[in-house]
């Protein structure tokens, strides 16, 4: 498995291309496809985790 960095900062220099000169094949576009579909999810995870720890657990209860 590839570095998680090298991912994101694939997905933004092809994001973000402007120059004439600079083409992504079709397989580059594929795997541009992938990962941003990859980042999408690891954002979509850390919402999760962080709402989860955000929201008291509804079948516990302390008593004091």
């Known amino acids: ?3 998680l ?3 994101f900062f694939y997905a933004q220099v092809v994001g ?3 120059s004439r000169r600079f ?3 079709d397989v580059g ?3 541009y496809a992938h990962c941003r579909a990859m980042l999408v999810e690891a954002n979509a995870a850390e919402e ?3 709402l989860t720890q955000s929201e008291p657990d509804p079948g516990w209860s302390r008593a004091a």
């Open 29 to 31: 576009q594929t795997y």
């Open 23 to 25: 083409a992504v094949t």
């Open 5 to 7: 960095n090298d991912l």
């Open 1 to 3: 498995m590839k570095d």
């Open 48 to 50: 999760a985790v962080a």
């Open 16 to 18: 973000q291309r402007s």
